[in-house]
């Protein structure tokens, strides 16, 4: 337990459906993070929060919406997505996002795509 | 992007033998972290290094950060079954950049 949540765990959608994935940090950190994770490729950074601020965007594609609404919370709202984007999903969070931090990770949500 | 290439991909080993995996890279990093990832969770921070040349241990694992902060290594003594896991290095660039992993299982 890293104190990070992550919901739902699993979840299967189709291209034409518009869903959500969730994460709740209870660590008292300013910054969040989303990540993807696919088989045989590296973590790719996707979204960086801080202090409720959007601090990066790895040129994700906008089928892929993130919001913050606080810093406990953070959301990722999907829309029209294709089968490659079928991958685990990551959510992170640390003290104040600089680099040396640690990152506590949430166990993913594992998406699969039809 | 800042590639992190690690080796070997996969690992499957008897308990109680060494292993080392290794994290290469072509780009210097102002710190390099490994973390160790179970089935089913996210990856868990195990050590960070900062300094060229350094070395560090925890427990059964030793860490060594290159000297000219492009690569490392993670050492494994006496594997035991709950060492199982993918293994993670990532390097601090203007963010973090992952290694592809390597997945090490250890037979009992």
């Known amino acids: 337990e890293t104190g990070v949540t992550q919901t739902p765990r699993h979840l299967v959608m189709g291209m034409t459906n518009k869903k959500s994935l969730k994460c709740e940090q209870h660590l008292g950190h300013n910054a969040m993070y989303w990540y993807k994770q696919s088989a045989k490729k590296p973590l790719e950074l996707m979204f960086v929060?801080?202090?409720?601020?959007?601090?990066e965007n790895n040129s994700v594609p906008s089928r892929f919406s993130p919001e913050c609404p606080n810093s406990s919370h953070l959301f990722l709202h999907l829309h029209t997505l294709q089968p490659e984007d079928s991958a685990l999903y990551l959510c992170?969070?640390?003290?104040?996002?600089?680099?040396?931090?640690?990152?506590?990770f949430g166990p993913g949500t594992r998406l699969l795509v039809l | 992007t800042q590639l992190l290439e690690q080796s070997p991909q996969f690992l499957s080993i008897q308990e109680g033998e060494n292993l080392t995996v290794y994290c290469n890279s072509s780009s210097v990093f102002s710190s390099l972290q490994w973390y160790r990832q179970e089935p089913g969770e996210g990856p868990v921070l195990l050590v960070t290094v900062v300094t060229g040349g350094e070395v560090k241990k925890l427990k059964r694992l030793t860490f060594q950060f290159g000297d000219a902060r492009k690569d490392s290594s993670l050492h494994i003594t006496a594997a035991q079954p709950g060492d199982t896991g993918l293994y993670l290095c990532?390097?601090?660039?203007?963010?973090?950049?992952f290694g592809t992993g390597t997945s090490l299982t250890v037979i009992p």
């Open positions: 990532a390097g601090a660039g203007n963010q973090f950049y």
């Open positions: 992170a969070s640390s003290q104040s996002g600089e680099t040396l931090e640690t990152q506590y």
């Open positions: 929060y801080n202090f409720k601020e959007q601090t």
